[in-house]
């Protein structure tokens, strides 16, 4: 015999198993429907695979696993899915989960599955391979939390002790003591495949409790060859804890915060070892288990091997349910299962019970008493902690004492609160408090997150407001070395405007190119011509009326107008002799040029790869590889296409060229034509430019016209977006038109050619503040109050449109419109007052 | 169908605080029973009046409160510390002393620290000591027991034990039946052996192992206190080691009998209210150590006190001294005393915040 | 000098008691550099304490500057989103008496929540972004906003701005993986369930009789 440990603390409930050893595991008439809750276990829910009115055979996926702490689930018979949508499943809270509801089709017709080649052994195949039939075949430890079996039978660390726990220690349940009696052979053949997959440990122990002679008997010949042995311990709950009887069977203790596997052992349940035996000797999934059906309001009591996704109330129909004796429905066992609200909910894989109490059998608790400290639960308490120590820091919320009493070692096995003579629901307290806990800590690091955040935020914040100082600051200071620059030359200061507007050139004049520049300078010569002209009429004049000192100013802004002609002749002539040649229309072509190069370029490179990647699809032999290779080359040429065309039509500069929707890469295409357009258009004058945009325009604007004719044609829905796309590019094309006018007339006013929009916006908003500026306060009030009314007119067409469609939003904008007409009432008294 | 929603377990023991209290008052009658043969009706009558008052003022303080009274008066938890004062008391204290008593333990210690599970002293003691100390006279008046009675006398019946009780006139007052406990005699004693202390004083030469009647008491006390252990009502090692370190401290200290010896170990063990102390007063577990190991201690400090202050100190018995003193240590003792948790290395400290 | 000591007991006392004082005085300075515990400063303390929604109900424009200001001597009273059990942590940390909830800073809510934008509403002003103290909003100018939900503290500072009252600040639907199980009731309460089991609640508490 081997040595086993004693089990510390522990309770002896009463056993109540003999009721549903009477008789065999039973099968149930297919239910009306079945309902598959997609999480079934620890981890990620499976994806699903099946689409409402799908028809599904037996066995076929359903779901499938997402990520590495995940299984998927089966159809546990052939039928139609109905519904995919929130069901109540069974969890302790009673709220509903995402499940599949299959309609039976009554044909139990099978997908196709095969286990392993029967003319082979297990052993033939490799442990990664029977792993991963495990794992498609959906199991999750049957013992009760339902851990992805798959993931657990691949450790990280080397495996020396395989348990199967065969202990089964809740009073009532005998799911598994059944299922050893009656199924013996295949739960030694699936250890047997356990064991292999762990890499053969040395010791592989079955652990019974001594109240199963039966089970125990019905194992003994099966394994009496094998190196698989039979450990027989007193009947004490809660041995069939994983730690309790790794504890029992070893003598060693699984650290806290670890796994079983952290010292080379790991557990697995019988049911688990049963289903394994099906994955991999015939290919079937776990699609149904054995659950017991007992309690005093069910008439009978008995075992059945139930299909997964059975209604619980499916069950209890089958064997006598009183449901006005029932005082409590329970699913798993006295000590640790949880009660149901709802008897529609669906037997789950890890479903080993179900307990209909009668009053008499689990009457309502009563109120709970004071605690005294008599420290029965301590005595009873398998992980050794102090209960009522737990309880009392419980009571006052005190985590901090709660943590270092221990509560994360507590299994919840109910021991403590089964024996408590004051009736305190203890386990109760110790599940809230760790929720408590395990909230708090996430409430901290989201507020830890929350904080570096904020911090961020605020570091940006005070970045950005120390980049605009210095931007204010360089301003500054560039404006004081021009006033400097300016007063240096000996004249009289100028206005900031002027020392702005010379930065302003000076900058243009630096990253422009010599056409710009040469065309710039050309236009500042005839600018300070007319300037000169301007001024030495004014010469004339004050010579004529004016006083002595005017006439002198005058004189030298004369002197002043005649050097800046000279100076730009001059730096023209520079600018002349740099490029060599004044010939501005040279300049250009060699500009445009530009585009031409890049794309032949692009070609040339587009050519060479596809070259090169011609040359791999001949090489390799892979043909994943092969068919990305492909699809990379199908690109390249769609490019070399698109660099192609775009070259062609470059030269005729038309910025509406159709765009070829058959090319896979429009983005590209369409990117390419950008650019080479934006190249071709960059260095036109704006006249050129603008010309440009008013052709392209019309050209939409044709094209925007036949759409709408042929939407209007088709009845389309898009008529009126159409539509006011239409006027928005004709409204557009007028703009572009007068600007086109107002540059022709005159041509010498446009200086902001040079594409600087800042300056150009500068511009527009200097005009709006001389324009506002000079606008009286009466007439700010006209416009603000016809600002509003139009507005408002806006408010009342959208609130009846909201009204007409019963809109929810009905009452925001309700009131935006009432807080529209207090406003412009009250702009209109104003404009009243002041203009009585 | 109206399915509970309740959190696991769904089943419980028949076991209750009521029946846990109910079991510990059962356990007192063969103290009780000692008691009343060797002296006289005393006990039995303190024991009915602490009980009532008991009860009385349970109910008044969760009248008071505003909780349901029935309920809480069902847990005996105020009937059990009233039986535990009455039997310490000396037999035909006056009747207002046993009142005090019993409403100070249970109004002040009890009650006003929170009532059931929230007193850290154990109530009966306090009574007691408040007691002792107040009135000093009444509380060392012990009669005689039986044994010592002289032929033709005999110890007061029921109805003259009321009377001394209740003060009536018309009987002897209690001085009539005092004599001194062996505790006492063994204070006293200066020069003479042990031996010859036994041979001389009627007390002890009367007596089988340690003084007369007394010895029976405790051994009441003692079988008391094993029925609970088999019951299971509390663990062995606050007894066990208590009885044994006072055991160990009288070993020490019994200088082979001479005149200046404190006392044989079996005089210790079977005299006062070691046993009483031993297995119902300090094995209070609401206001005792919490932990086996804990308990260990606690036991075995008290057993130390109880040595040092019969000894050394002005009182002749020591245990509800010793138990209140050991009362205070309890949480410093809890806090080093925490078991070991199931994987983990080592114990830790209750103030630990990482191990 | 020993006999002058010996024979005039005020100096004997003097002297044993300034001799006793030194070696104190000693002991004490040695532990304090010895056993000296290198702590958080308590600014950071508190900070870590306060739920980091930077809601700013407190007065303070964030849980920072509230930290520093507590430290300085504020109120520990004026953080509504932390609740009793802030206040409760922050007066075991400051060794004070816990007050209540001061209400001028607003009433504690039990249920969490979250911003969200009616995306259809959003005009696309970007004034909730410019409010948001975490960054939790996304969006760009003229275009609609979204809420990082993950992120949003829930601290309401982007309903006010928002100039067509498009968010909502909705509670986080609570899911299976953070439900937890509710702490029993208290006694009393169980009694009086098990007296009325119509599920009346007898609100007199005075209904003590048997």
Not at chain 2, 135 to 149: D, S
């Amino acid at each position: 015999m081997r040595k086993v440990w004693d089990l510390i603390g522990g309770v002896h409930p009463p056993e109540n198993k003999h009721q549903s050893v009477q008789l065999p595991i039973g099968v149930l008439p297919l239910p009306e429907k079945l309902v598959i809750p997609l999480n079934q276990h620890i981890g990620a829910p499976a994806k699903l695979l099946v689409a409402t009115g799908d028809r599904v055979l037996k066995g076929q996926e359903l779901a499938e696993p997402t990520g590495l702490v995940s299984v998927g689930v089966h159809a546990p018979t052939s039928g139609t899915i109905s519904d995919i949508s929130e069901y109540p499943i069974p969890h302790p809270s009673g709220m509903a989960a995402r499940s599949i509801t299959l309609i039976p089709d009554g044909q139990e017709q099978w997908v196709d599955h095969v286990g392993i080649d029967t003319t082979y052994s297990f052993q033939d195949y490799s442990p990664a391979k029977l792993l991963e039939m495990i794992r498609h075949a959906g199991i999750a430890g049957l013992g009760g939390a339902g851990f992805p079996s798959a993931v657990k039978l691949s450790p990280r660390k080397a495996i020396t002790t395989l348990i199967i726990n065969a202990s089964e220690c809740e009073p009532y349940i005998t799911a598994d003591d059944m299922l050893m009696r009656e199924r013996a052979e295949a739960i030694v053949e699936g250890v047997q495949i356990l064991s292999y997959i762990l890499g053969g440990p040395e010791e592989v122990l079955i652990g019974i409790e001594d109240n199963k002679p039966e089970a125990r008997a019905a194992l003994e010949p099966f394994v009496r060859d094998t190196h698989i042995q039979l450990v027989s311990f007193p009947t004490r709950y809660p041995s069939g804890g994983e730690k309790q009887l790794i504890q029992i069977l070893t003598g060693r203790e699984v650290p806290s915060g670890g796994l079983p596997a952290d010292i080379g052992i790991v557990c697995q349940n019988v049911g688990t070892a049963f289903a394994v035996q099906k994955a991999i000797y015939f290919g079937e999934p776990l699609i149904s288990r054995i659950t017991t059906v007992t309690g005093r309001a069910c008439a009978t009591n008995r075992n059945y091997e139930v299909l997964i996704g059975t209604p619980i109330a499916h069950l209890l129909a089958h064997n006598g349910f009183d449901e006005h004796d029932c005082s409590r429905l329970i699913m798993g066992g006295p000590m640790m299962g949880f009660t149901l609200t709802d008897p529609d909910i669906p037997v789950i894989k890890t479903t080993n019970c179900i307990l209909a109490a009668s009053r008499e059998e689990s009457p309502t608790p009563p109120p709970s008493q004071p605690c005294i400290r008599c420290g029965m639960c301590a005595e009873a308490c398998p992980a050794s902690l102090l209960p009522q120590q737990l309880f009392w820091y419980a009571q006052s919320h005190n985590h901090e004492r709660l943590e270092a009493h221990n509560l994360f070692d507590c299994i919840e096995c109910g021991a403590c609160s089964y024996v408590c003579p004051s009736n305190i629901p203890l386990v109760q307290y110790y599940r809230a408090s760790k929720g408590e806990i395990r909230k708090q800590a996430q409430e901290k690091i989201k507020s830890d997150r929350a904080r570096a955040r904020f911090e961020f935020q605020k570091a940006r914040k005070e970045q950005e407001e120390m980049a605009k100082a210095a931007k204010r600051e360089a301003r500054k200071q560039a404006a004081e070395q021009a006033k400097a620059m300016t007063a240096e030359r000996g004249n009289k200061p100028q206005g900031s405007e002027d020392i702005v507007k010379a930065a302003m050139a000076r900058a243009a004049e630096s990253q422009t190119s010599p056409a710009e520049q040469q065309a710039r300078l050309e236009r500042g010569i005839a600018r300070a011509e007319s300037h000169l002209h301007t001024v030495e009429k004014r010469l004339e004049t004050i010579r004529e009326e004016g006083s002595e000192q005017q006439q002198e100013q005058a004189r030298a802004a004369v002197e002043d107008a005649r050097r800046r002609l000279e100076d730009a002749r001059r730096k023209r002539a520079q600018l002349d002799e740099a490029t060599g040649s004044p010939d501005t229309d040279k300049v250009m072509a060699r500009l445009q040029a530009g585009p031409r190069e890049t794309l032949e370029k692009k070609i040339a490179s587009c050519k060479e790869r596809i070259a090169v990647t011609r040359q791999k699809i001949a090489d390799s032999d892979d043909e994943t590889l092969k068919a990305a290779l492909t699809s990379g080359l199908e690109k390249q040429q769609a490019k070399l296409a698109d660099a192609q065309q775009a070259l062609a039509e470059l030269p005729d500069n038309t910025p509406d060229t159709p765009v070829t929707r058959e090319t896979t890469d429009a983005a590209a295409n369409a990117i390419a034509q950008a650019q080479a357009r934006a190249a071709a258009t960059r260095d036109l004058p704006a006249e050129e430019k603008l010309r440009q945009t008013v052709v392209a325009l019309e050209g939409r604007i044709e094209k925007a016209r036949a759409k709408l004719d042929e939407a209007r044609a088709g009845e389309s829905e898009y008529v009126n977006a159409l539509q006011a796309g239409l006027e928005k590019l004709q409204d557009k094309l007028l703009d572009a038109q007068q600007q086109l006018n107002a540059i022709a007339t005159q041509p010498s006013a446009v200086d902001d050619d040079s594409g600087d929009a800042a300056s150009s916006a500068i511009a527009r908003a200097q005009a709006r503040v001389a324009e506002l500026a000079s606008m009286s306060e009466e007439d700010k009030l006209r416009e603000t109050v016809t600002s509003l009314k139009s507005r408002l007119e806006k408010a009342r067409i959208k609130l009846r449109e909201a009204e007409a469609e019963r809109s929810e939003h009905v009452d925001s904008l309700r009131t935006a419109a009432e807080k529209l007409q207090v406003r412009l009432t009250e702009a209109e008294q104003q404009l009243a007052e002041y203009h009585p | 169908m109206a399915l509970l929603k309740i959190t696991s377990p769904h089943a419980h023991t028949a076991q209750s605080t009521a029946s846990v209290m109910r079991l510990v008052l059962l356990a007192t009658i063969p103290g009780l029973i000692a008691l009343t043969l060797f002296f006289g009706w005393g006990s039995l009558i303190n024991i009915l009046l602490a009980g009532s008052v008991a009860v009385f003022c349970e109910a008044a303080v969760m009248h008071l409160r505003k909780r349901p009274v029935m309920f809480y008066l069902g847990d005996n938890s105020a009937l059990v510390t009233a039986v535990l004062l009455g039997l310490a008391l000396p037999p035909l204290a006056p009747w207002w002393v046993v009142v005090i008593g019993t409403s100070f333990a249970i109004l002040i210690a009890k009650h006003l620290y929170g009532g059931l599970g929230y007193n850290p002293f154990n109530p009966a003691m306090v009574g007691y000591v408040v007691l002792l100390i107040s009135f000093p006279v009444q509380m060392t008046a012990w009669p005689a027991p039986l044994p010592l009675y002289a032929e033709g006398v005999s110890p007061p019946e029921f109805l003259a034990s009321l009377q001394i009780v209740f003060g009536l006139p018309g009987v002897e007052t209690v001085d009539a039946f005092t004599a001194a406990t062996p505790l006492d005699t063994l204070r006293q004693n200066s020069g003479l052996l042990i031996a010859q202390l036994y041979e001389q004083d009627p007390l002890f030469s009367l007596a089988r192992w340690a003084g007369a009647g007394w010895e029976w008491v405790n051994l009441g006390f003692l079988l008391g206190g094993c029925f609970l252990l088999y019951r299971r009502v509390f663990t062995w090692h606050g007894p066990v080691a208590m009885l044994a370190s006072l055991s160990l401290c009288a070993a020490l200290f019994y200088d082979g009998g001479s005149s200046a010896s404190h006392g044989s170990p079996l005089m210790h063990l079977l005299s006062g209210g070691t046993m009483l102390g031993a297995f119902f007063i300090l094995t209070d577990p609401v206001s005792s150590a919490t932990s086996n190991r804990g308990r260990l201690i606690f036991g075995a400090l008290i057993g130390v006190l109880i040595f040092i202050i019969r000894s050394w100190g002005s009182y002749p018995d020591a245990v509800a001294f010793a138990v209140l003193l050991m009362n205070f240590a309890a949480p410093l003792i809890d806090n080093y005393t925490l078991p070991r948790t199931y994987g983990h290395k080592k114990s830790r400290r209750a103030t630990e915040k990482k191990e | 000098m020993i006999e002058l000591i010996l024979q005039n007991p005020l100096i004997a006392a003097l002297v044993a008691l300034v001799g006793l004082a030194l070696v104190f005085g000693a002991v004490l300075g040695f532990a304090a550099i010895k056993f000296r515990i290198e702590g958080d400063p308590i600014v950071q303390q508190i900070d870590k304490l306060l739920p980091q929604t930077q809601c700013g109900q407190c007065g303070y424009p964030g849980c920072r500057p509230y930290a520093q200001a507590i430290a300085n001597g504020d109120a520990i009273n004026k953080c509504p989103p932390g609740g009793q059990s802030t206040i409760n942590a922050l007066a075991t940390l400051l060794g004070v008496e816990a007050p209540s909830l001061d209400a001028e800073h607003g009433e504690e809510n039990d249920v969490k929540t979250v911003a969200y934008i009616r995306e259809d509403e959003c005009i696309g002003c970007t004034k909730c972004i410019q409010a948001c103290p975490v960054d939790a909003i996304l969006g760009a100018a003229k275009m609609m906003h979204t809420v990082i939900a993950s992120e949003c503290t829930g601290c309401d500072l982007c309903v006010e701005p928002c100039p067509v009252d498009c968010i909502d600040m909705i509670p986080v639907p609570q899911g299976l993986s953070d439900w937890t199980w509710d702490m029993p009731p208290p006694a009393e309460e169980q009694i009086k369930a098990q007296r009325h089991p119509a599920g009346i609640i007898a609100t007199d508490r005075g209904d003590n009789a048997a």
